[in-house]
Nanobody, 123 residues
Framework: QVQLVESGGGLVQAGDSLRLSCAAS????????MGWFRQAPGKEREFVAA????????NYAESVKGRFTISRDNAKNTVYLQMNSLKPDDTAVYYC????????????????WGQGTQVTVSS
């Protein structure tokens, strides 16, 4: 098992940047592929980005491609989401999740989840 704790959310203006972090506990972090999802009020949880165990491959939702970057540091048991050129539509609770399989994009495929961190982008 792995426990996940997100941080780094906040209130920013459109065009600003934020970096989210997700710290994992346990010695097996490097064996999990990781993903970021988000959920806005009244909407379903949606895929944002995913990264393989070594970081060699990544996958992004079309809505964030070119603006967001997922990365990981296995020595620090942490996965990151760098978010640039933020838009009001990016406002949501952001969750990190762990999965035994690479680059999955559907929430039900991830068995381990953090508690989420709020990102609010004002216009």
């Amino acid at each position: 098992q792995v426990q996940l704790v997100e941080s780094g959310g906040g209130l920013v203006q459109a065009g600003d940047s934020l970096r989210l972090s997700c710290a994992a506990s346990g010695r097996t972090f490097s064996s999990y592929a990781m993903g970021w999802f988000r959920q806005a009020p009244g909407k379903e949880r949606e895929f944002v980005a995913a990264i393989t165990t070594t970081g060699a491959a990544t996958n992004y939702a079309e809505s964030v491609k070119g603006r967001f970057t997922i990365s990981r540091d296995n020595a620090k048991n942490t996965v990151y989401l760098q978010m640039n050129s933020l838009k009001p539509d990016d406002t949501a609770v952001y969750y990190c999740a762990a999965c035994a399989f690479f680059l999955k994009t559907r929430a039900f495929e991830y068995p381990y989840w953090g508690q989420g961190t709020q990102v609010t982008v004002s216009s």
